[in-house]
């Protein structure tokens, strides 16, 4: 266990790892989707405290790199992959808290913090619902035209389906705007040409 001298240096010491994980994840999209993530979060609950943003900073923890990464070929289902995926970050979220002796004295709600991890996919209390209803937005926010180059057609169709049916009624009006409004100057956008472009805002069109 590495021991700070006090509950605050403790968390500043954990949110510094977490952003060196971030960006230095074999994903270079991880730390701004993690950012926008806690944006959201703050968006859609004012009240937001501190575990809710360290949620947000690990709760793609398994994907940064590649001996965490949970291999969905080796699950039966899209669901067990996902379960697997949250399970596994809120595992490795909880070995940074204790690496950095991290309790309730730190940060209040400790508990909390892992459970909205390990269930930010589904949501089933309001913490993890906020948290998975901002990674949706932040994934339609900046992810999606990067997804849609990586991952192709049929797979963002999918993908799209998924994290639109995460969003309430009013939240998807805000995607709408979205939509509209992608920084294709963006240097995380540069390897998307033209055609790339006009075929996801085909794809979106088709969707809505």
Request: charged fraction near 30%.
């Amino acid at each position: 266990m590495q021991l700070s001298s006090s509950p605050e240096e403790a968390v500043e010491a954990l949110k510094a790892e977490l952003y060196e994980i971030l960006s230095g994840s074999r994903l270079p999209q991880s730390l701004k989707h993690a950012e926008r993530t806690w944006y959201w979060v703050q968006q859609l609950n004012p009240e937001a405290d501190l575990a809710m943003e360290i949620a947000c900073l690990g709760h793609d923890l398994d994907t940064c790199r590649e001996e965490w990464r949970i291999i969905k070929d080796e699950h039966e289902d899209e669901e067990r992959f996902k379960k697997a995926h949250a399970q596994k970050s809120a595992e490795l979220l909880r070995e940074l808290l204790h690496k950095h002796g991290i309790d309730e004295s730190a940060i209040s709600r400790v508990s909390n913090l892992i459970f909205s991890v390990a269930n930010h996919e589904y949501g089933v209390d309001k913490d993890s619902i906020t948290l998975m209803q901002a990674e949706a937005l932040s994934f339609f926010e900046y992810n999606l035209p990067i997804y849609f180059l990586q991952k192709g057609e049929a797979r963002t169709r999918e993908k799209i389906g998924t994290m639109w049916s995460k969003l309430s009624a009013e939240q998807q009006p805000i995607v709408r705007q979205i939509f509209t409004s992608y920084d294709r100057s963006s240097k995380d956008y540069f390897r998307l040409r033209k055609e790339d472009w006009d075929n996801l805002m085909r794809v979106i069109n088709e969707l809505q």
